[in-house]
């Protein structure tokens, strides 16, 4: 025998198994290839969660903006509500002295003198009117 006829125990020629060997190191290189690039896969997929995370944390910071906004509307709403009526009860408060000086003036007027006849009328009718705007506000 030849050396190129030489068999290896196997059965191939020498050439066929260095053609074989080439055959499996081209195959094993693009996995090789694609191994380099999953580096760069699970940077991406990374790089996605975290934008992913980032974009909810907006999400809910401004869900919580707008929730809070709301709320200070409300109170705030309610607080010119308090004041409104505060104000008003206290204005309130202040004519019922007024209202009582009316009514007094009212019970010591001479109502059988006709001088004062006008007067008493007056005060009935500013009675009245002050009884009234109480009654509508308060």
Request: no cysteine; net charge negative; glycine share 2%.
């Amino acid at each position: 025998m030849s050396s190129k006829e030489q068999k290896t125990p196997e059965g191939q020629a020498p050439e066929e198994i260095i053609m074989d060997q080439h055959e499996e190191i081209e195959a094993v290189e693009p996995e090789a290839s694609a191994e380099q690039v999953d580096p760069r896969d699970e940077k991406i997929a990374n790089l996605e969660a975290q934008l992913a995370e980032a974009q909810t944390r907006e999400r809910d910071g401004i869900l919580r903006v707008k929730a809070e906004m709301e709320n200070l509307r409300r109170r705030t709403e309610l607080d010119i509500e308090k004041a409104h009526k505060f104000a008003l009860e206290k204005f309130i408060n202040e004519l019922l002295p007024v209202i009582d000086s009316l009514d007094r003036a009212l019970e010591v007027a001479d109502k059988a003198n006709p001088d004062m006849s006008a007067m008493v009328e007056g005060i009935e009718l500013t009675l009245k009117s002050m009884l009234d705007v109480v009654r509508k506000f308060g």
